[in-house]
């Protein structure tokens, strides 16, 4: 007879350190702690919840469907963007070995008050970038009897990204955003490639254009959004693809086009990037104040600067493997 498996049931008296702040009436945020009987299986939303039931009625958050589809209950718990349905708390107190947990909004967004933030000005990114289907009339049927059909290869070229609910924690994590009111931000750029890659779209041309006005070369590639998005979406991939068909596409005259051109070309023939002289081969003669500066910089401290990048060991091999990359394009696209 097989043996019944109990699992482990815990329970911890934890403290809830969650933000507070409404504009108009708090002249800046501040923190209300609160005692919670925290079980396994306990969610971050569920705590709320019972604090607002049983503590604190003025608490406010957003919450909907509860089941990890909406997006809309993402806070910040310990300096990490989680959907907070689905985000167990004893897991959090386990690993920062600590009985107490700090719940912050998301940040880069407007605070309405408490734990909601105003997501407009995101939406507002994601309609510049036109996110839906323009018809390519070659692959619409001409009636409603039929259907508009794709392969598998085609829908593999965007089916993960589908899975994005715009809960905005990759937003609130991105560096870039944290630096460019500018940045459309990765979950826009994402979409942009979605559909920009659907073979049933026609307006991809001017939806790369839209994505180069909002920062598609401003991304540093530092990989948070794909840490945080609960959904695995990978926004920083889709972003790396978005550059990769907007050359292929002729926009060759961009600095960040430059940028990767001089990376691929300099990694071919040297083995390394030639950083002394990239500001000029990206941004042309203004490139010199950056080389400038950066020598002066090293010579007050005692160094003396060189533009000069040595050849790596191993240099041959990269060529032969940019060769075979090449051959291998060349055969994709015949």
């Known amino acids: ?8 049931r815990e329970k911890l008296l934890a403290n809830l350190r969650v933000q507070r702040y409404t504009p108009g009436k708090d002249r800046a945020p501040y923190f209300d ?20 039931d049983t503590q604190d009625g003025s608490l406010t958050f957003r919450a909907f469907c509860r089941s990890a589809i909406c997006g809309s209950c993402t806070v910040v718990v310990n300096g990490n963007p989680v ?27 407007p605070i309405l008050r408490d734990l909601v933030v105003d997501i407009d000005p995101v939406i507002e990114k994601l309609a510049k970038m036109h996110p839906y289907l323009m018809e390519n009339r070659d692959r619409i049927p001409e009636t409603l009897e039929q259907e508009s059909l794709m392969s598998q290869k085609e ?30 931000g990765p979950l826009t750029i994402a979409k942009a490639y979605r559909y920009s890659v659907d073979a049933r779209d026609s307006f991809r041309g001017m939806r790369i254009q839209a994505a180069m006005d909002q920062g598609l070369w401003s991304c540093v590639q530092c990989r948070k959004c794909i840490n945080v998005c ?31 051109k001089a990376y691929t070309d300099d990694v071919e ?54 060769a075979k990359v090449r051959e291998i394009e060349k055969k994709e696209k015949a």
């Open 33 to 52: 702690n609160f005692k919670v009987e925290v079980e396994t299986g306990m969610t971050v939303l569920e705590a709320l919840r019972y604090i607002k």
């Open 269 to 322: 023939k040297i083995g390394q990037v030639n950083k002394p002289m990239l500001p000029v081969i990206v941004h042309g003669t203004k490139g010199w104040a950056a080389i400038e500066a950066a020598e002066a910089a090293l010579a007050k401290h005692g160094l003396e600067p060189t533009r000069q990048v040595c050849t790596l060991p191993g240099q041959e091999g990269a060529a032969k493997i940019y």
């Open 83 to 109: 959907l907070a349905c689905s985000t167990q708390l004893m897991p959090i107190l386990k690993d920062f070995g600590k009985a107490s947990v700090t719940i912050t909004p998301l940040q880069r967004l």
């Open 155 to 184: 829908l593999s070229e965007f089916n993960y990204i589908t899975d994005c609910i715009l809960c905005s924690a990759c937003f609130s994590a991105c560096s870039t955003v944290k630096v460019d009111d500018n940045y459309a």
């Open 1 to 8: 007879m097989t043996e019944k498996i109990t699992p482990k």
């Open 230 to 260: 609960p959904k695995d979406t990978r926004p920083a991939d889709s972003i790396r693809h978005m550059r990769r068909i907007a050359i292929d596409d002729g926009i060759h005259d961009t600095p960040g086009s430059r940028r990767a």
